[in-house]
């Protein structure tokens, strides 16, 4: 007799809660800086060892963490973002770990929080350069390209978020949820 839980073993653990926020722990920064490296160094070979550079002196880290019990468990998307000048205001390193991507919704999600937190703090203006792959994906998200250019090898898009679509917050963190899928009842 087969039962629900029999091939419980072979599904992959998925959470169904992620908190979206600042930064603020040792953890967390140790986990948004290695998440970084796996995507950056590892995965997309765009730098050798690790992606770090002089922003990172002054960008505020944003993560996304899956949760255990509500509790943030492990570092799955990361984000960073810096006032360039007065108003202009950048984001970059935008990576999501590959088991999470398929959610679709939590890029989105790092990008809102890091263009409202930015609005908050006085941006007038939010730009990024976004790979080539990534731009249909910001489109949607209500960003215009600005034109093209190549950084370390790779085609980007400057692009500029449209902020009137980003109200400005001062929240520290947001959660996102998974939807669940329904549990068919028998009659």
């Not at 073993?9 to 998440?35: C, K, Q, S």
């Not at 799955?76 to 360039?84: D, M, Y």
Request: hydrophobic residues 45%; contains cysteine.
């Amino acid at each position: 007799m087969s039962t629900f839980l029999d091939d419980v073993a072979d599904r992959p653990f998925i959470p169904t809660e992620y908190v979206v926020r600042l930064a603020r722990t040792p953890w967390e920064r140790a986990g948004y800086h290695a998440l970084r490296r796996d995507v950056f160094c590892t995965e997309q070979k765009v730098f050798i060892n690790d992606d770090r550079d002089a922003i990172d002196q002054v960008a505020i880290p944003i993560i996304a963490a899956c949760c255990m019990a509500g509790i943030p468990d492990r570092i799955v998307g990361a984000v960073r973002i810096h006032q360039a000048e007065p108003g202009l205001w950048r984001g970059s390193r935008l990576a999501v770990h590959a088991e999470h991507r398929k959610l679709g919704r939590i890029g989105a999600e790092l990008i809102r929080m890091a263009v409202s937190t930015a609005h908050g703090l006085g941006a007038t203006r939010f730009l990024a350069q976004v790979q080539e792959q990534n731009v249909l994906f910001f489109r949607r998200l209500h960003w215009k390209s600005l034109g093209s250019v190549i950084l370390h090898g790779l085609l980007h898009h400057d692009m500029q978020a449209d902020l009137s679509r980003y109200p400005a917050h001062g929240q520290d963190q947001t959660w996102l949820l998974r939807p669940q899928p329904r549990i068919r009842q028998v009659a």
